[in-house]
């Protein structure tokens, strides 16, 4: 270790980036170490982040003593990454201890690094503070901190309310508003959704969670009573026979699958939900009906199909809802790294839903193109018709608007 220590006793200064060790050679002990260099009151420390059972630990170290943390930590890693304003490095340690050093020096400008202290990221709901779903969940230990395994899913939450926290502007904080979430599952993303809106952002809100499996939804309303939310109840039912409520302003449907997702935002338009937001789990039905003769050497490969099916029917949902009076974006929900589960649709409504004749034959131009009959575009053909029947038969209602 004699070469290693020197390498390290060289490049712990201003000039060190990062380093990362890994491929640990005991199971039950540190897995992973990140080091970064943080500036505390104009002194120069090592910031270690060490990975064990599931739980990441962190230590401040000054500068004189990171190399022999460092070294400690090396006896049982068989790789380090290291990287410096002038070099690139990999370390690797074999079986029998010997270390080999590779590098790879830098041109050009030197790199900017953030070296303040609290350079992590921003989160809706913080690190450190405890929140009490959180924990009954697991994501979350008793003093606040993320359990390793579940900080997935914790990014997941916080980037759900930052979407929220976009559309807070369409929400009329004045009155009692009703939000309904279909297909709520476990339930993370309902909790997180009551926590944020009516403890931290004080909306008076009720909150219907939806879904078929009986012992969730009996945990769910056992957590939701242990924390006092008297307005978020879970209930068990089917999403397109759901008949409970008359108005909804805000409509949740996360990984609701294949055309479960369809009747659920047919459903809140509707209801003339004020919000909409769907992130869509496995998409078979446009898959077994596209057909092109001009895209026909791609669709002949399983796979792409499948992807290019996915992606048109969620280009066609958002479709659909602009044509019912809503401006829809599609977002990128989580990165593909953590779930492929990754498109979120969001619409808003803007307007009442006229005939608009482009977006109508654009719709039609390219259902017909792909041989294809979603089952939204269906289900709001169906509204519409209703509609237009009931003007009819009530002619007066259209003059009064109309004055």
């Not at 997935?152 to 929400?171: T, V």
Request: glycine share 4%; proline share 2%; charged share 35%.
């Amino acid at each position: 270790m004699n070469e290693l220590s020197k390498l390290l006793q060289e490049n712990l200064n201003i000039e060190f980036i990062s380093a990362t060790l890994s491929n640990s050679k005991k199971k039950d002990d540190v897995q992973k170490v990140k080091v970064r260099p943080v500036l505390k009151k104009e002194v120069l420390y090592f910031q270690f982040e060490s990975f064990r059972n599931n739980q990441a630990f962190h230590e401040n170290v000054e500068e004189k003593k990171a190399c022999e943390i460092l070294l400690k930590y090396m006896e049982n890693m068989r790789q380090m990454q290291m990287e410096t304003q002038r070099a690139a490095y990999t370390i690797l340690v074999s079986k029998k201890g010997k270390v080999t050093i590779k590098s790879k020096m830098k041109k050009g400008e030197k790199k900017q690094i953030n070296m303040s202290h609290d350079r992590k990221k921003k989160y809706v709901l913080e690190e450190g503070v405890p929140v009490p779903f959180l924990q009954d969940l697991g994501v979350m230990t008793q003093d606040g901190k993320i359990v390793h395994a579940k900080f997935d899913k914790f990014r997941q939450i916080n980037r759900f309310l930052e979407f929220i926290e976009d559309i807070l502007p369409e929400l009329d904080k004045g009155r009692e508003l009703t939000i309904l979430d279909f297909g709520c599952g476990k339930s993370y993303l309902t909790f997180a959704m009551y926590y944020y809106l009516h403890e931290l952002k004080e909306y008076d809100i009720r909150i219907i969670g939806l879904d078929l499996k009986k012992d969730v939804i009996r945990h769910c309303n056992e957590l939701s009573e242990k924390y006092g939310y008297e307005k978020l109840r879970f209930l068990e039912g089917d999403i397109a026979d759901y008949t409970g409520v008359n108005k909804v302003d805000m409509v949740v449907t996360l990984h609701a699958c294949d055309t479960a997702t369809d009747y659920a935002l047919a459903k809140a338009v509707g209801w003339d939900a004020k919000v909409i937001l769907s992130v869509p789990c496995c998409q078979h039905e446009l898959n077994r009906q596209i057909k092109n003769e001009i895209l026909e050497p791609i669709l002949k490969y399983g796979l792409l199909k499948e992807r290019m099916a996915a992606l048109i029917t969620d280009g066609l949902r958002a479709q659909y809802l602009e044509r019912a009076g809503y401006e829809a974006q599609i977002l990128e929900f989580i990165d593909m790294e953590h779930t492929p589960k990754n498109i979120l649709i969001r619409a808003v409504k803007k307007r009442h839903a006229k005939e608009d004749n482009n977006i109508e034959a654009s719709i039609k131009r390219c259902e017909a193109a792909l041989r294809v009959s979603p089952t939204l575009g269906r289900l709001l053909d169906g509204f519409a018709t209703e509609s237009a029947n009931s003007e009819k038969d009530h002619p007066e209602k259209e003059d009064k608007e109309g004055v």
